[in-house]
């Protein structure tokens, strides 16, 4: 059980997210596929994820133990991955905590010596994860998430903020004064000032306690049932196009299906040349529909939030589910591994 007591003032400046850390869920999806002890029925997406898994990518769940879960996987979420940083502070303070349980294992130990080869591995088994068990269930995850912040909104107006922390989820209690959560850890916290930030998590399975150096997050299990892949996009709808153009519509879409696509990509996809590709994405970006980043001599493509919510209306003809994912922002250096 970890105990912390809060303020008024702490209080005050508690936050439920109303977007999902796509970190967080690589993280935790990795834990529950890791979890071989629980006796409920597998989740949908365990099984699905379960039927494409890479059993050489099992080395992966070296980096979890029933205390500590890793709290580094920002990166590697990103709709434009980049390679994992093991010298960031999180990546670093976790390693030591493995290190101080005595739960390292070969490969983490190369990890913590930063051996290449093992750096490389985990980047290959995070790229698979992120392909096979969050790309699909994005918009899904995002939905969740939205619905779970807007529920405590309610609570929060009906209730009081005392209503709305009984009601959060069951492993989650307020006395009054002390905020009260169902972990495997005994420990009493103090934020020290810092923030309270609630985050829904579509895959989590139980709560986790993450204290970083600007704020304490509380993750916790605010699934909606099953967690479904997003609906599949296969060409532009005929009101997309009427508004886009044909070529323009599929350029648009392509980018929604297939983030960080690059301009070739983009080209081979539409059967145009790279420059007629590169026009037609400029007129998409001035339109705020996808934002261009070019690394090296490479220019990737990725949707905003306009550009999905416009491909997924068209195509459902419902209202669009709001959010998408958040803009990659500066790490928060994290103090402790995530604990559960």
């Known amino acids: 059980m970890i105990r912390i007591s809060l303020s008024a003032g702490d209080l005050e400046r508690l936050q439920v997210a109303d977007v999902p850390d796509f970190g967080y869920e690589l993280a935790l999806g990795g834990a529950h596929l890791a979890d071989r002890t629980s006796r409920r029925k597998p989740s949908a997406w365990r099984l699905e994820v379960a039927r494409s898994w890479n059993p050489d990518h099992n080395r992966l769940f070296d980096l979890y133990t029933n205390f500590y879960v890793p709290a580094f996987f920002d990166q590697a979420a990103r709709p434009t991955p980049s390679t994992i940083d093991l010298h960031s502070l999180s990546a670093t303070a976790h390693l030591r905590d493995l290190a101080r349980s005595g739960a390292l294992t070969p490969f983490t130990r190369a990890l913590a010596d930063g051996h290449p080869g093992a750096v490389s591995t985990l980047n290959r088994v995070l790229a698979g994860l992120r392909v096979t068990g969050l790309d699909p269930y994005r918009r899904r995850i995002t939905s969740v998430v939205a619905t779970a912040s807007a529920q405590a909104g309610v609570r929060v107006a009906l209730g009081g903020i005392d209503g709305m922390l009984n009601s959060l989820h069951p492993s989650i209690r307020w006395d009054g004064r002390r905020l009260l959560l169902n972990t495997l850890v005994d420990a009493d916290e103090s934020l020290e000032g810092r923030p309270l930030i609630f985050q ?23 699934t909606v049932g099953a967690i479904t892949r997003d609906p599949e996009l296969r060409g532009p709808a005929p009101s997309l196009v009427s508004l886009l153009g044909a070529t323009r519509a599929a350029a648009l879409v392509a980018v929604v299906r297939a983030p960080a696509l690059t301009t070739g990509g983009l080209a081979t996809t539409l059967g145009v040349s790279a420059a007629a590709a590169s026009r037609h994405a400029a007129v998409l970006r001035e339109s705020g529909l996808i934002a261009t980043v070019r690394n090296g001599q490479t220019v990737h493509h990725a949707p905003t939030r306009l550009g999905t919510d416009l491909v997924y209306s068209s195509t459902t003809g419902n209202d669009p589910e709001r959010g998408t994912e958040r803009m990659s922002a500066p790490e928060q250096p994290r103090s402790h591994s995530a604990r559960v």
């Open 200 to 222: 829904p998590t579509a895959l989590a399975t139980r709560i986790i306690f993450d204290p970083l150096v600007d704020s304490v997050t509380v993750m916790y299990p605010a």
